[in-house]
């Protein structure tokens, strides 16, 4: 109990500083939302009507006064309103978060599958030809940035192909099996993307922790019993190897939301990466920090979840928190 009493004040504490950090972040950047207005719809204010919109959203007041008001209004479930889209932040973020749920989701799912089999069939062959072969070319892929990963797929299957949608994601008011497949073939190149933008991750962990766990005593001692090879790669490898990449898998969603920006710009998706790149460019302060403190909880309850139930993967690691 103390131990859990623990964690929750330290996620507590990651989560105050990392909302500081949210609030700061936005101020610290040159410009303020009237400068939206100035070079965007309402062009030609007057000094007057700034100083009308910047006390409507309460930037004339100092910051400790915006500080202690920002934490008012989270403490009450209230993100204050869009400066760009005229809307409490809290709608926009539900318009949006289901998207980028789908898309990270899809991304992890996909790249964890494939570089789990890639790596049990690069470590089953380890130090043979087509171990260095696919070792090469996942790091290759891992060196590219993921917006030119992207690019290069839009260019192929988009352009010159024209297999596949290059941008934008199903309108939200569709329905039916058209707008199922609609949605569908909207999402598999920024899944694509993300997902080879990832695989060298989970590729070189989980090819890692199946060399590791192939030279292990309980492996020879099962190949010593006569255990069919299968077996043996199934239930003694593979499986003691997929505990690092499980937690990896829950700590890479606060990277793969940060990489969903990139991704979401260059295809233009209407998730929370998207609504990031607009809210800089608008110095949107409410939907940056709200956005940002999304990410921010989204981490922490990952790493929440992964203290909770490795223990319930690995006998060891229940062994010791039980003595």
Known sequence: MR???????????????????????????????????????????SEEQAAQIRASYGLDRSIPEQY???????????LGISVQ??????????DRLPWTVVLVGLGILVAATLGILLAAWAAWRRGSRADRVTVGGVLALDSMPGFWIGMILVAVFAVQLGLLPS?????????GIDWYLDAGARLILPVATLALAMLGEFFLLARGSMVAALDEPFVRLAR?????????????????????????????????????VVVESVFAYPGLGQLIHEAVIARDYPVLQGVLL????????????ADLTYPLLDPRVRRAVTT
Not at 21 to 27: E, T
Not at 68 to 78: R, T
Not at 167 to 175: D, F, H, K
Not at 294 to 305: E, L, M, R
């Open 3 to 45: 131990g859990v009493a623990a964690k929750v004040g330290q996620c507590a504490l990651v989560v105050w500083v990392a909302a500081t950090v949210n609030f700061a972040l936005p101020h610290l950047a040159p410009g303020d939302p009237v400068t939206y207005f100035y070079i965007g719809p309402l062009q030609g204010l």
């Open 68 to 78: 202690a008001a920002f934490w008012a209004g989270l403490l009450h479930g209230d």
């Open 85 to 94: 889209h005229n809307r409490p932040v809290t709608d926009v973020l539900l």
């Open 167 to 175: 941008y934008g994601g199903a309108p939200i008011s569709g329905g």
């Open 224 to 260: 010593a019993k006569g255990i069919a090879e299968r077996r043996v790669a199934l239930h003694h490898v593979l499986r003691n190897a997929l505990l690092p990449v499980y937690t990896n898998v829950t700590l890479a969603l606060g990277a793969l939301l940060s990489g969903a």
């Open 294 to 305: 999304i990410v921010t909880i989204g981490v922490v309850a990952a790493n929440i979840v």
